[in-house]
C-alpha cells in the first residue's frame, strides 16, 4: 500500500485542471501504465472553448487483443476522467495547509485536489489490471483517463466519436461510496447574456471606490445546499445597498470559477458620490455585523481614478437580479416534485459563475433535473421567461440559451452489467448496494452511444467533490480495486 500511496501523491501533486489542460499529468500516466504492460495511446482531444488550453489528452491503454472491431462490442472499458475542478479560495484547504496539491494522509484518509473526483480511482483500475498481465485474456480490457470531464465532457465525447475503442460494458469512474450506479440526472448548462456599451463617467461626482468581495463554500454544483453562494450573498448584499438609497455606479462583476461547482467567491467594484461614501461603509458595518456575517465580506474602500472610468449601465445590476430571483423561483418549484430514490431527491440549481466581458456580462446556471421531468419543457419556459424580462430592458442585449447538457442516465437493475456487477460486489467482499446519483457523468454519453454503462468508485460524492478538504478513503482504495478485479474476472477471462 505504501508504493501505492506515493503514486497517489504523485498523482494528485501533477495539476490537471480542466481549463489548464492535463498533459504533464498525461505523459506521466502514460508511462506508468507501460510500467504494467499495457499498449498504450496518446490522443490528443480538440476543442473549440474559450479560456481553455488546447493541451488536453485522453490517455488509452490495453491488455489483450487490441484490434477493435467497430461492427462488434468486445471487452471492458474502465473509464476515469483525469482532470479536476479549480481548487477554490486555498485558504479552505485547512487540511492540506493551503495547497491541495501537497497530498497529506492522515489516519484513513488522504486530502487533495482530485483525490475524490476522481484521480485515485484510474490508480485503482491500473492497480486492478496488473493482476491480468500474464492471463489469457477472452476479452480485451481498455483503461481510459479522459479530459475535460469539469466542463463539458469534451474527452469522453471525442473518445466516443473517433471509434478508437468499441466495448461491450464501461465502468465510469466517479466516488460513489462504493456503490453500483445505475441511473443519474441530466446536467442542463444555461447562460444568459448581456451585451451592452459601457458608459463614460460624468461629472456627478462619482468618485470614491468600493470593492465589495464575498465568501462563501464551495461544494459540487448537484448539492447546491451543501455550499454557500457567494454571488447570491454578494447580490443580496447589493440589493439591500439599493434599497436603502445608496446609488452605485458599477465598474466590475464576477464570482466563480466554473458552472457546476457552488462559488466560494464573487466581487462587485462600484463607485459612490462623496456625500455617501462615509454613510456607506457604516451602513455595511452595521449590516454584516447584526447578521454576523464579517467573515463572509471584505469591503477594501478609497478614491478612484479621474479618469478613464466606464461605468455599466444602471440596468444591468436589476436585470440580472431578475434573471436570478427566477432561477431562485425555479428552484422552489423544484423541491415540490421529489424523487426520494435521489439525493437530493428533487432537481436542483445552483448559479455557478458570474463573468464579466468586454461589452457584457454572462450569467451561468447549473440545472439538475430529474429523469422524469422533461428538460425540454424546462428550457422552453427559461428561454420564454428570459425573452420576457429582457423586453423590459430595451437598452440592454440580452439572450438566453441552453450552453450544454447531457442526458439523463437510464440504465435498470435488468442490464447484463447490472447484474455482472452485483456478483463482483459479492465476490469483492462489498456489500450489495445499487443506487442512483444526482451528479452527471459520462456513463449517460456511453449509455446514450448504444453501450451498458454504469458508475462505481471510490470515495464519496455528496459533501466532498468540489470542496474544500477534498479526501479519498484508504480502504476505499483497496475496496475498489478489488471490485474492478472481480469485474474483469468476469468479462474477460
Request: glycine share 8%.
Amino acid at each position: 500500500m505504501r508504493d501505492f500511496l506515493e503514486e497517489a501523491k504523485k498523482m494528485i501533486s501533477i495539476p490537471s485542471v480542466s481549463n489548464e489542460g492535463n498533459e504533464e499529468l498525461a505523459n506521466w500516466l502514460i508511462e506508468r501504465m507501460k510500467l504494467v504492460g499495457l499498449k498504450t495511446q496518446l490522443q490528443p482531444v480538440t476543442h473549440s472553448l474559450e479560456n481553455v488550453s488546447k493541451r488536453q489528452f485522453n490517455v488509452i491503454g490495453i491488455l489483450g487483443d487490441s484490434l477493435v472491431n467497430d461492427k462488434l462490442k468486445r471487452g471492458l472499458l474502465l473509464n476515469t476522467h483525469i482532470d479536476t475542478v479549480g481548487t477554490g479560495l486555498l485558504t479552505n484547504w485547512t487540511e492540506c495547509a493551503g495547497n491541495p496539491f501537497q497530498a497529506v494522509v492522515k489516519e484513513n484518509r488522504i486530502y487533495g485536489l482530485g483525490s475524490a473526483d476522481v484521480k485515485l480511482d484510474f490508480l485503482c483500475k491500473l492497480r486492478a489490471i496488473e493482476k491480468f498481465r500474464e492471463k489469457k485474456l477472452r476479452q480485451p480490457i481498455y483503461l481510459v483517463g479522459t479530459c475535460g470531464e469539469e466542463i463539458g465532457m469534451f474527452g469522453a465525447k471525442y473518445l466516443i466519436q473517433s471509434k478508437t475503442l468499441n466495448p461491450r460494458f464501461v465502468l465510469v469512474g466517479e466516488p460513489s461510496d462504493l456503490h453500483v450506479v445505475y441511473a443519474h440526472k441530466s446536467l442542463n448548462i444555461f447562460k444568459a447574456t448581456f451585451g451592452f456599451q459601457m458608459v463614460a463617467k460624468d461629472a456627478k461626482g462619482f468618485n470614491r471606490r468600493i470593492v465589495i468581495e464575498s465568501f462563501g463554500k464551495s461544494a459540487h454544483g448537484s448539492y447546491p445546499h451543501l455550499g454557500v453562494n457567494a454571488i447570491h450573498q454578494l447580490m443580496d448584499l447589493i440589493r439591500d445597498s439599493a434599497e436603502q438609497g445608496y446609488e452605485m455606479k458599477f465598474v466590475r462583476f464576477e464570482g466563480g470559477e466554473t458552472v457546476n461547482k457552488v462559488p466560494d467567491r464573487a466581487l462587485a467594484e462600484f463607485y459612490l458620490t462623496a456625500h455617501q461614501f462615509e454613510d456607506y461603509k457604516r451602513f455595511f458595518r452595521d449590516l454584516v455585523t447584526q447578521t454576523g456575517m464579517e467573515k463572509s465580506f471584505k469591503l477594501d474602500a478609497g478614491g478612484g481614478d479621474d479618469v478613464g472610468i466606464r461605468f455599466i449601465p444602471d440596468s444591468v445590476f436589476e436585470c440580472a437580479t431578475r434573471i436570478s430571483d427566477y432561477f431562485r423561483k425555479i428552484s422552489l418549484q423544484f423541491s415540490k416534485i421529489n424523487d426520494p430514490t435521489f439525493n437530493p431527491a428533487h432537481s436542483t440549481v445552483n448559479f455557478g459563475q458570474l463573468k464579466q466581458t468586454i461589452n457584457g456580462l454572462e450569467m451561468m446556471l447549473d440545472l439538475r433535473i430529474l429523469p422524469d421531468q422533461s428538460p425540454d419543457e424546462i428550457e422552453k419556459e427559461i428561454l420564454k421567461e428570459i425573452k420576457t424580462i429582457a423586453a423590459a430592458y430595451p437598452m440592454l442585449n440580452i439572450s438566453g440559451a441552453k450552453h450544454r447538457g447531457n442526458s439523463a442516465l437510464g440504465m435498470t437493475l435488468d442490464h447484463e452489467l447490472v447484474r455482472i456487477c452485483k456478483d463482483a460486489m459479492v465476490s469483492a467482499g462489498l456489500p450489495v448496494k445499487l443506487d442512483k446519483k444526482a451528479t452527471s457523468t459520462e456513463a449517460a454519453l456511453y449509455f446514450k452511444a448504444g453501450y451498458e454503462a454504469i458508475i462505481f468508485g471510490p470515495g464519496l460524492s455528496m459533501g466532498n467533490s468540489h470542496s474544500p478538504n477534498e479526501y479519498q478513503l484508504l480502504e476505499h482504495l483497496d475496496a475498489a480495486t478489488a471490485f474492478y478485479e472481480k469485474v474483469i474476472e468476469r468479462v474477460c477471462l
